[in-house]
């Protein structure tokens, strides 16, 4: 692929390369390539030759804004995109929302009720205009401070949950599921919210630890009288958190082998509180540790019991009614109509005067709270809509084992399969408008209709063979997670699978999420993928940790320590944030905000553009006095792209520069070697999802070897007559703004555009490993120049001289000639000056075999120089102990934080090399 020929750098005036900005700034530059970004998006072509590569966008809720999950989570996305896009793929990104349906609801409502107004005073279809008025207007926030992300979606495919064509793809797969006889009507316990009157699913839960009341009731077994005469207890004792739902209970179980109640099983117990009395069963999901090793049952009130009472048929009556209060005739009359956690004292109290209340501790509990309404959540059983999930669950087994999808990281595939094989049916109705109204109607008789499979799309009312009947439809619609299990492939045209973009972009590459919603969206989508497409979803399931804050907590609104992503953008720029995101990603672990990685960031990128504007004004100098013709020439001249005819891409210049060495010093043969090296390794980690690992090899690169080395080690050789030198300093600049640009494309499209080319970075081609530039005897020649200056740094210091001090040295061994030959370079980083040799007393640093001498006489006054030096020996001694003192108090390590301790570690190891070093320097005197 071939760079177009835009300009002719003849024209150019090289006097219009001085003005880049001397200092970066983002806010001057980041929104000009946004805006552009999403009014000229990055259309995927479905007619393409190219590969597919397609991920699709996790889709935020459309009530939601920006946090640094989603900042974080589109960053990755958004940087795979770009490398996939410049490697030759037909790369797709596909932006959209989810319809949030009890977020939307409630926040609707909310503001319905400031107005003095309810949903039921509208009614259902008034109520759907306002949802869609506000969506309108309101919704959607979240898009465009993605823009500003600046990711590089396909706007114009831009879909939302509730689109006519994902609507349909929704009751296809409803009618579908239930002719399969997957999709049920039945009674199950679900998750009941009070508060927005609606079941929900467990994301929609907020697990909080609160601190409670662990009781120890007494259940008196039925003849009592005749145990206590067999000198046994005539009683069972049971431990529970929720002693207001004992009037629920319809058996006690016991693991069937705990020796302690074996005897016990078929008995009967009655119920404190009451006359009523319960079986006494065994089951092995007892668990025997926990509590007295008895647990009662309540079948309508707690999942596992709900298991255990459909496995011995007992009866699942509720006592907690939709409201959360105790309205059930099975509830004594003092308690009845009580709201369930004033029901709970009322209980306790009452059990405390029988005198059934034998132990009450303090109890850390677990609970369910809603996310949208705050409010505990209700395990109940309701007759609510089900999908048997399991036949689902093992054509997804069955594609793993054939590896047809990959976890990064890999020990997630256990964690997915774990679930799988261990799942429960799945409740997908729920008691709101907004949404997916479930398309199955009912008769006077309660019997189901649901359209049939041929037309899916025709309501049952409307259906001709049904006039007879008089019609109602369900008025729930569909859980969230119902649309958005099919988000992979709805948002590329199924059930119209004949569409190009289906055909072209189907399955999808990778999905990239966090890990904790495996099981509520990425196993979802697996099996909805097999059970109506028949093929995988996505090959590779990219799972990334979560962002905590400093201190390893989630963040949360009711902590007060959430971050706002768009403060730091502000803060220090978009791109500085995105590889603050790119290097905190790590194998899929957690991630502690750091501040210190967004100065980093910010750092870098300033780093970059000075470069950029040093590169630039050193080719605007020479520009004049280069020759016309050549391949580099114009190429260096313009800083531009080549003129018709000689227009190849920069891989291609740097493999005739090494096919040319004599245009090339050691520096820029070095440099154009570990280029190469450091493009392979780059592409080799972003093909293998470690971005983490890839963004600080490309900044160790950039900062470290061209920034801090090659910019210093060419300035001797930057004339007009050294073109090699003139054109590597351009190329590896360039070559570095691509292999950068998926991690921060704005200042790499900046830059790139400022070295004269009019198309932008994103559409260039990702730089290719060519083995012909490695050099491996200029890699080893200049890690000797390298060493030497590092030895002349390590004595200027030692002797107490500034870096901008001059000091004559001299190099022995075998490196003399090598270093000789390139004195302008060793001379000019490290500010020395160079002599065959040295008289007198002297001081020696050897750095990779490479030894450098520096005169005492004449440079310092030996005496008090030593004396120094015997001092600062001691003083290290005393640091060394001080720290090793530490380090060997067990009380200090148990008490001291974890930081603190690697610290000590830290100055111990550096204090020893220090000294080690400070011994060989007084061994020489």
């Known amino acids: 692929m071939t760079e177009p020929n835009t300009i002719n750098p003849n024209t150019i005036n090289p006097d219009a390369l001085n003005e880049l900005p001397k200092a970066f700034d983002p806010a001057a530059t980041e929104p000009a390539w946004a805006k552009k970004w999403f009014e000229e998006p990055f259309r995927a072509d479905a007619t393409s030759a190219k590969p597919p590569f397609t991920i699709v966008i996790p889709p935020p809720n459309v009530t939601g804004s920006l946090h640094l999950g989603h900042a974080l989570d589109n960053t990755l996305i958004d940087t795979l995109t770009r490398y996939k896009r410049m490697a030759g793929f037909e790369a797709l990104y596909l932006p959209g929302m989810d319809h949030a349906g009890i977020s939307t609801q409630v926040l609707v409502e909310k503001q319905l009720r400031d107005g003095g107004v309810t949903r039921h005073d509208l009614g259902r279809e008034a109520f759907l205009e306002k949802v869609w008025s506000w969506k309108n207007e309101s919704g959607g926030t979240i898009l465009d401070q993605l823009r500003r992300l600046g990711v590089s979606a396909d706007w114009t495919r831009e879909r939302f949950t509730m689109d006519e064509g ?65 000198g046994e207890a005539g009683e069972i004792l049971i431990a529970t958190v929720r002693p207001e739902t004992i009037f629920a209970d319809q058996a006690i179980a016991v693991h069937p082998e705990d020796e302690r109640f074996t005897h016990l099983v078929g008995m009967k117990a009655r119920i404190p509180l009451t006359d009523r009395l319960i079986p006494i069963i065994a089951d092995s999901a007892v668990e025997r540790d926990f509590g007295v090793g008895a647990l009662k049952i309540t079948p309508a009130h707690d999942p596992t019991d709900f298991e255990i009472g459909e496995r011995h048929n007992l009866a699942r009556p509720s006592v907690i009614d939709l409201n959360g209060n105790l309205t059930s005739e099975l509830v004594p009359e003092p308690f009845r109509g009580l709201e369930r956690f004033a029901a709970r004292k009322a209980v306790v109290k009452a059990l405390v005067e029988s005198g059934d209340l034998v132990e009450e501790k303090d109890h850390d509990t677990a609970i369910g709270l809603s996310e949208r309404t705050k409010v505990p959540v209700e395990p109940i059983v309701s007759l609510q809509w089900f999908v048997n999930v399991k036949p689902l669950a093992q054509q997804v087994l069955a594609a793993l084992d054939k590896g047809e999808m990959q976890f990064v990281p890999e020990r997630y595939t256990k964690v997915n399969r774990d679930w799988l094989e261990n799942i429960r049916d799945w409740n997908i109705s729920r008691q709101l408008w907004w949404g997916h109204q479930i398309p199955a109607w009912y008769d006077e008789q309660g019997n189901i209709y649901v359209p049939s499979p041929e037309n899916p799309d025709l309501d049952c009312d409307a259906d001709p063979q049904y006039a007879h009947l008089t019609l109602r439809r369900d008025p729930d619609v569909f859980d969230t997670w119902f649309s958005s299990n099919l988000w992979p492939f709805s948002t590329l045209g199924w059930p119209d699978a004949g569409n190009e973009d289906f055909l072209k972009f189907y399955p999808t590459q990778v999905l990239v999420t966090g890990y904790d919603i495996l099981f509520f969206w ?404």
């Open 166 to 230: 994902l609507s349909r793809a929704v009751r296809h797969q409803f009618v579908k599921l239930y002719h399969e006889g997957l999709a049920y009507r039945g009674e199950r316990i679900v998750n009941w919210d009070p508060a927005a009157q609606t079941t929900l699913s467990e994301l929609e839960i907020d697990r909080e630890v609160r601190k409670g009341k662990m009781s120890t009731l007494s259940y008196k077994l039925e003849d009592s009288q005749a145990a206590a005469s067999n």
């Open 522 to 925: 990425v196993a979802r989508m697996q099996m909805a993928a097999y059970g109506l497409t028949g093929k995988a979803p996505f090959n590779t399931i990219m799972l990334h940790g979560l962002y905590l804050d400093s201190k390893g907590q989630k963040m949360s609104k009711s902590k007060g320590n959430g971050i706002d992503p768009l403060e730091l953008f502000d803060q220090y720029g978009v791109d500085a944030s995105r590889f603050a995101f790119a290097y905190l990603s790590t194998g899929g672990q957690d991630i502690r905000h750091d501040a210190r990685r967004y100065e980093q960031g910010r750092n870098f990128a300033n780093k970059l553009w000075n470069a950029a504007r040093f590169v630039r004004l050193r080719l605007s100098e020479v520009a004049a006095d280069l020759p016309d013709d050549g391949l580099l020439a114009p190429y260096v001249r313009a800083a531009s792209q080549m003129p018709e005819g000689v227009n190849p891409r920069s891989g291609d210049l740097l493999a005739h520069l090494a096919e040319h060495k004599e245009l090339l010093t050691l520096a820029d043969r070095w440099i154009i070697s570990r280029l190469n090296a450091v493009t392979a390794e780059v592409t080799a980690h972003l093909d293998a999802f470690d971005l983490g690992a890839a963004i600080r090899t490309i900044y160790a690169f950039t900062w470290d070897e061209y920034c801090d080395w090659y910019l210093e080690a060419a300035k001797p050789s930057m004339s007009a007559a050294n073109i090699g030198t003139l054109a590597t300093l351009k190329l590896v600049l360039e070559h570095i703004l691509k292999l950068l640009h998926p991690f921060m494309p704005f200042i790499t499209s900046e830059l790139y555009q400022a070295l004269g080319h009019r198309r932008q970075v994103a559409v260039h081609a990702w730089p290719e490993v060519n083995p012909a530039l490695q050099d491996d005897e200029a890699a080893q020649a200049f890690t000797r120049l390298r060493a030497a200056v590092s030895a002349a740094r390590v004595l200027k210091n030692e002797l107490g001289l500034s870096p901008q001090d001059r000091l004559e040295v001299a190099v022995e061994g075998e490196a003399a000639s090598l270093v000789s030959e390139n004195a302008r370079v060793v001379e000019g980083i490290a500010r020395v000056t160079l002599v065959p040799a040295l008289s007198g007393r002297t001081i020696s640093a050897v750095d990779a075999g490479v030894i450098i001498r520096a005169p005492l006489d004449g440079t310092v006054d030996t005496a008090e120089w030593l004396g120094k030096q015997k001092k600062r020996l001691a003083e290290l001694d005393k640091q060394i102990k001080q720290a090793q003192g530490k380090l060997s108090s067990e009380a200090f390590v148990a008490r001291a934080p974890a930081e603190v301790t690697e610290e000590e570690r830290r100055r111990v190891i550096d204090f020893s090399a220090q000294k080690v070093r400070l011994e060989e320097v007084l061994a020489q005197f």
